[in-house]
């Protein structure tokens, strides 16, 4: 099924907070939320998370830290080397239904996956 995305002049904001509720259709509310933005947008912003202000900045000063290290220390975390698709994804490595690489570069995070 392909969904063709609306014009859209900012990101939608979703309070995910009633995902812990007793209530079903409050977590149905928010679910549906999450669906609209994904169909009509793509990307949103998430609110009601519950996670300190201070544990976000400090995830937001390590990200600087790292991409803003010398290629070759990077490229000592590449995903390519990893059993688990965790790590990281230099820029132009990803490329999508354009045929063109993509300009960013990623760290995919993740739990990681035993051996088994």
Do not use: C, W
Not at 88 to 109: H, M, R, T, W
């Amino acid at each position: 099924m392909t969904t063709v995305k609306n014009a859209f002049t900012e990101l939608p904001v979703i309070n995910i907070q009633n995902l812990n509720s007793e209530n079903l259709a409050d977590r149905q509310a928010v679910a549906d939320a999450i669906g609209q933005a994904s169909r009509e947008v793509g990307f949103f912003y998430v609110t009601g998370h519950g996670i300190a202000p201070e544990l976000i900045a400090g995830v937001r000063a390590a990200a600087k830290k790292f991409f803003a290290l010398p290629m070759q220390e990077k490229m000592n975390y590449y995903i390519g080397q990893s059993k688990s698709h965790k790590g990281y994804v230099p820029e132009g490595e990803e490329i999508y239904g354009s045929g063109k690489p993509d300009l960013k570069e990623a760290f995919d995070v993740g739990f990681q996956a035993p051996e088994d």
